[in-house]
């Protein structure tokens, strides 16, 4: 993977986000409404000229399922937010394009409760807020030489506030600021694709706690932190194409973070690609370093007095340090591509969380050391009679970890010996379907997933295996409307994919959900 990427990656998407360019004075209304009341509604415009562009957009949800509850009953689970976001692009001349792209996000949850919390009035809450503004400068050299410097702010806030009949009463306000940027040169001949740069941030971060006893004793305390930190790091990587079948991919990331802990990462990016003449089958392989820095959370005066009460301390957080590898195989036949990948992350400082007492506070921590390793397999079609495509992936995997808590909440027990499954661990993962055009302007997708079950408490044993099929099929009138339904989990399979008793907490899976879209453009 790339060393211009800091964190051990999970996945990369590519997405092509609308900038106005696309667009004639152009508007885009979508309508939505499903059961539990569910709305998901956006209402877009966009224009250029030759040189400018814009593009903004307002949307707002609503629901009566808004998160995962601890049971299968759905109670005190409301949930609802807004937001908007611009785009706006300035080409002066065909060498430099200048962008700007800001964001706002505000939600609003109903902290879900089981029979026995709704009997006793729970009305726990979590506000969250999410502000960004980004600029990019894009100046081109030559036709293999550029340069792109993008600052950028972001402002986040997530707020958990207890109900008058919690006991304790708990208030978690965390509000953090961000300002930094990426400054990145990129150049490219008929051998080598080489990117260098450097990335920077500072953070800043207001947390305020609060516990109230609730039980007649009148106990009770608040504290507001103020943790800084910052981050500077450096990359350099080259995709050199040795020949026409043998590329060699290389990188070194450095790191300096400095906030609770001051720590230094020396991070290198390996990988090889081999293409088979004839065949086409291409063998790869990749053994890359990461670091991801620690959250700036940190307990202090009343609340490390609160912890200890009961029976937990805080440990300095250090850096997640992971060793990720892959190695795979990608078979075309026919135009169908076929993939077989090997993967395995050791992770020391594993990042993870827990509650304090009965607080409802949750603060980070680290174990010692885990290790994710498993097999994918992925199958994808090429077009079939003219219209459809299909796919399968399908995943093994096993999620351990080793050792005891190294940061963060930690009453010093015994790790257990020879390691245990983490929360999320499921053995069996398999998703399969078809998306294609039908007659008459309408089309339709079909998803069947399969899960083996998640980890059983703390294991080693496993949940019940459970499938779901998720459907979706729609018509096009005309060119400006669109109707479409969706339903997830068709077949209302009920599973509890979480019951942890320490760090994950319980959650049961969503169960059918459907909803009908309508879009409609106009010009204005």
Not at 483 to 499: A, E, L
Request: hydrophobic share 35%; glycine share 12%; aromatic share 14%.
């Amino acid at each position: 993977y790339a060393a211009e990427y800091g964190d051990r990656v999970y996945g990369v998407f590519n997405g092509a986000p609308n900038t106005g360019f696309e667009r004639d004075r152009q508007a885009e209304l979508i309508a939505s409404y499903g059961n539990y009341n569910q709305t998901d509604d956006l209402l877009s415009f966009g224009d250029h000229t030759s040189k400018f562009a814009y593009y903004f957009s307002l949307s707002g949800n609503n629901t009566d399922w808004g998160l995962e509850p601890p049971t299968s009953i759905n109670l005190h689970n409301q949930a609802h937010g807004g937001g908007g976001f611009t785009s706006l692009i300035y080409n002066p001349n065909p060498k430099d394009q200048i962008r700007f792209d800001a964001g706002l996000r505000l939600d609003y949850f109903q902290v879900p409760n089981d029979p026995g919390m709704q009997a006793a009035g729970i009305n726990d809450r979590e506000r969250e807020q999410d502000i960004f503004g980004t600029a990019t400068w894009a100046h081109t050299f030559s036709p293999g030489l550029m340069l792109i410097m993008s600052p950028f702010y972001h402002f986040n806030r997530a707020a958990y506030e207890g109900g008058p009949s919690d006991v304790p009463i708990a208030t978690d306000n965390r509000a953090s600021n961000y300002e930094g940027g990426q400054i990145t040169i990129a150049g490219i001949n008929t051998r080598n694709n080489a990117r260098a740069g450097v990335y920077a941030f500072a953070q800043q971060d207001n947390s305020f706690f609060s516990v109230v006893a609730n039980d007649g004793s009148g106990d009770q305390f608040h504290q507001t932190v103020y943790p800084k930190g910052s981050l500077v790091a450096g990359f350099f990587e080259d995709q050199f194409k040795a020949t026409s079948w043998l590329t060699f991919t290389g990188g070194l990331r450095l790191t300096h973070f400095s906030g609770g802990v001051t720590e230094n990462a020396v991070d290198p990016r390996l990988g090889v690609a081999i293409r088979i003449p004839k065949l086409n089958w291409v063998l790869r392989g990749a053994y890359s370093y990461y670091y991801q820095p620690p959250p700036l959370d940190t307990v202090a005066g009343p609340l490390l007095e609160y912890a200890a009460n009961q029976g937990v301390t805080f440990l300095p957080l250090q850096g997640e340090r992971d060793i990720q590898q892959e190695y795979g195989i990608t078979i075309p036949i026919r135009n169908w591509v076929s993939s077989i990948t090997y993967f395995r992350t050791g992770v020391k400082n594993f990042f993870d969380h827990d509650v304090i007492g009965n607080s409802n506070i949750f603060l980070p921590l680290t174990i010692d050391s885990a290790r994710i390793r498993g097999v994918e397999v992925t199958v994808r079609s090429p077009l079939l009679l003219s219209h459809y495509h299909t796919h399968l992936v399908y995943s093994h995997q096993q999620a351990q970890g080793f050792g005891g808590v190294t940061g963060g909440l930690t009453d010093f027990s015994p790790p257990p010996e020879g390691g245990f499954y983490l929360d999320h661990d499921q053995r069996n993962t398999l998703s399969a379907g078809f998306d294609g055009e039908l007659p008459w302007r309408s089309f339709a997708a079909v998803t069947i997933n399969y899960g083996s079950g998640f980890l059983n408490g703390d294991g080693p044993d496993h949940l019940p295996g459970y499938y779901t099929l998720d459907l979706s099929v729609g018509k096009s009138f005309g060119e400006n409307w669109m109707v479409r339904f969706s339903g997830t989990n068709i077949t209302n399979q009920r599973y509890q994919f979480d019951n942890s008793n320490t760090f994950g907490g319980s959650h049961w899976a969503d169960p059918f959900m459907c909803s009908v879209q309508v879009k409609f453009r106009f010009h204005f």
